[in-house]
């Protein structure tokens, strides 16, 4: 049996059904989450105690001794009814993030679906906790729901893809008490198709591709991978990144080469670099010659798996005194001092940090902030960055054509 | 800036008729629904059932899964007197002073109880795909029953 915090009864229950024992025993406890309080400690086991041992001795149902089996399918066509029904339906069933979604319709879906060459029922991958399948289908439908454009489905495939590689670590990252939010990183020709926004407010809402792929991103992890809030996804504070957290190099304005580049890939690829912050900050360098702006990353905190994003002017202003990316990473990781996180000491071990994780991005508007958005790794998780290519549907210009001049025109006033 | 946002028009301009059908619905539907939300009220208190509102058909976002063999639980014990239990901790901080806890609790309850205490080492990893899967089949083999303090 197994005690856990009240609070994560549904969380242990989704954990266990997952993987075949449904009919393990919970037992609610009401210790304070990572006390370090003895007298608490002491306190919420003694209450929970007389149950515990009830849990090792009450005899088994007959479900718990044979659950029965599931079939683990759904219908195809969720519900039939208006605009307004339709989301008050998704809404309850749970299927939403607060805000109205488009109705995912076939027609929608297959539009959708000439965004890649991939048939739909092509599973990219088993998107944990639930293991859902992650079929092309699939992803389009949560597509169209959060207002994604055909010409986002390659980014939003190559995202899977990552969220199934081992070395992002999804499982822990998507569900854990930490809130940390899908930070998606694009870089190659696409960003210029897809129009996504490397300037000024990169990281604000405005744009289709940097909000839509974002909220389709978190619409995939709650209904194909089942991670829900409070139910799975334990984050504890939550994370405004969870709506969207996409954005692009700007390649064009950066003295430096490209992240898809650092990571193995050439410039005329596309490519989706993803990984787990839960924090995001930001603030004037406190001098604006190189040591001025380094010494401020060593201040703001950045950690071995980070994202630093740096505007295209004092990543200028760094390559003219001689900065390459790995030289202002080799900075950071000179000055920075070891993260240690209390009670973690063992697997944080802060004498391993390095800077392969690291990411020197140029992104941002004219101005003077430096942005940092922050994880922990590699030491914590054995995580890592992980970058994927962005394969594109063999008819891409043609796609291109009907949505590339979809931009947003502001007129003065 | 006014230049460029003189030549995003006029391409804009150039290619609208280009523009796609279901991303005029899609911008139609979006507005639509913000409009249906902002009346939701008033539709719920009288909506006069006039309006023919367009039906839509709408496909599942929710995935299937693969079916999972099922297994049933552990029979339990008929008492824990002269058992042995095992204590089973992660890597959460909270977890081994609370199976302490409950180690000294059960010895209280039961004088003749045995305990074992297994902590693991590497954060949320299934115990069997770690280093210590040898160790870890060799503990559960040598155990009554299982108590796991996940330290949330």
Redesign the interface.
Known sequence: ?????V??VND?HSAAS????????VIG?T??????I?AD??E???AA?KD??DA?????TAE?????????????????????E??Q??YR?G?GDGL??????????A?MLKGTDLPPDHIMG??IP??????I??IA??A??A?A??THMPVLIATVEAFSDPKA?F??FEV??GSWAPSLTINGPIRRDIHVNSGSGSLSPGNIANSAIGRAVG?IVK????ARKAIED?GVIGNPGKYSLVIGEDEENSPWEPLSVERGFTKEDNTVTVFFPNSFTQTVPGGTDAKGILNTLVTMGTTSMSSVILIPSWAKVLAGEGYTKQKVKDYIAEHSKPVVI???E??TNPAKMDTENLMILVAGGPGSFIGLLKSVGPG???NALVTKKIVLPKDWNKLV???G???P????Y | MLFISHVIKTNLKEKETDMNRLLSALFTGLLAVFAFQGSSMAQDAGNSGTEKQIQYEALSPWADVDPIPMRGISPRLDSLKGKKIGLYVNTKRAAMPMAKSVDKRLKEMYPDIQTTIFQSTEPNVNEIETKNKEKFTAWVNDIDAAILLVGD
Not at chain 1, 18 to 25: A, C, E, F, T
């Open positions: 049996m197994l005690l856990a915090n609070g994560f242990a997952s993987k075949g024992m449904p009919g393990i025993r406890e210790v304070p989450c990572e006390s370090t003895i400690i002491e919420g086991v003694a105690m515990a041992v090792l001795v009450r005899p088994l718990e001794k044979s659950p029965k089996q599931q079939t683990g399918k759904s219908p195809r066509v969720a519900f039939k009814g208006t605009l307004q339709i989301n339906f998704f069933k299927w109205p979604i488009i109705p995912p319709t076939e027609a929608a879906v539009e088993k998107i639930r293991k859902g399948k992650a079929t289908e699939k439908i949560n169209v729901m207002g454009l055909p670590r499982d822990t854990s008490t619409l209904n194909i991978g089942g334990m209390s009670g973690f063992e697997v914590f998780f054995n054509a009907k949505y001049n979809l931009v025109i502001y007129e003065r």
